[in-house]
Each structure stands twice: as C-alpha cells, then as structure tokens.
C-alpha cells in the first residue's frame, strides 16, 4: 500500500483576489516550512527544514507540492514578501518559522508589504490545498478632520510634519503559533 501522497497547495495573496488592492511592488519570494503534528520542524524539506523559492507569484499565485504520509497531521507556515526588501529575516526553527522585523527605513515603502498563512491539515490522498496569503501587520492612519485642520490654520497654526511613536512594538513573531517576542519603539 502507497503510504505517501502528493499534497499540493494553490497559493493566492490577499490583495490579488480583490479584498484589498496591493499597489506597485508585489511579492515574488516565498518561504514555507513544514511542522508535525507535534509542532516540530521537518528539517529534511528543503535548507534545514526552509523551502526559498524566488521569483515567486509570477501570474498572482503560485502552486508547491511536497510528498508526505498518509494519516499523518502535518502544519505548514508560508511567508511571501518583495525580495528586495531587506526589513525582514525569516529563520526556521525546531517550534517555528520565525519572522524578525527592523523598523529602520521609509514608513511607507510598498517592498514592505508582506503575507502570510499556516494551514493545518491531514494528509487522506493526493490533494491540492487552496490558502490565501494575509498581511501580518496592521495600517496605521493618521488623519484630521476638515473643521479640525481649518481651525488650526485659522489659528494662525501651519502643519508641515507630524510625529507618532508606537511603543513596546515586538521584533518577531512565530508564524507557528504566532507568538511574538522582543520589544522596541517605533517612531514614524
């Protein structure tokens, strides 16, 4: 009896389905790990346990298979990003695939966009596997209202910049079991 199964998984990204449009630089670099049912890393998939593919998501998604075997629960953790962006350095370990962020640079610089899933699941039969890839941070806007603004400028008031500071800011998370670690301020 055939005890491993091509399991396959169709990836999308958030904003290329139309639930939020993603404007100008798009994610081309992905890296998965696998985890079982335990929460331990298969190493022998992929670099020690942490498939790089580049040049990823070229028509909007993309497709992976691994084989594995059949009855057996099995976790796998996806992150895609730009690869030109540097903000990020995503390691596997034996409880996780960890994601560290530097907070230096522009604010607003779309090659930070990022996306991520974990699926769960149990392996029956060859199988595709649809996931659709979601953004790991949050917006941040800052805004003012009409009569807010016109009576600071009738106030004699001229706004040129603005300042926010977001304190105890972690600088990993566990995209496992989404833990997260490490603290900073991060002043925009």
């Known amino acids: 009896a055939k005890s491993d199964f091509r399991v396959g998984f169709s990836l999308g990204i958030e904003g290329k389905i139309g639930t939020r449009a993603v404007a100008g630089v798009a994610a081309d670099k992905l890296v998965y790990s696998l985890f079982d049912a335990e929460g331990n890393l298969l190493e022998n998939i992929g670099d020690n346990g942490m498939v790089v593919k580049e040049n990823a998501f070229g028509g909007n998604s993309e497709s992976i298979s691994v084989s594995l075997v059949k009855g057996q629960t099995y976790t796998v953790v996806f992150w895609a990003q730009n ?19 530097d907070y230096n640079g522009l604010n607003n610089d779309e090659a930070r966009d990022a996306f991520f899933a974990t699926e769960t699941f149990t392996v029956e039969g060859n199988t595709v596997i649809d996931v659709i890839l979601k953004r790991p941070f949050a917006q941040i806007n800052l805004g003012v209202t009409a009569e807010d603004w016109d009576a600071a400028v009738a106030s004699g008031i001229n706004i040129t910049k603005s300042k926010t500071t977001i304190k105890n800011v972690a600088t990993s ?16």
């Open 83 to 101: 690869s030109a962006c540097d903000a990020y350095t995503i390691t596997a370990s034996k409880n996780g695939l960890n994601v560290d962020v």
């Open 173 to 188: 998370i566990n995209l496992l079991d989404g833990s997260v670690s490490g603290s900073t301020d991060v002043v925009y």
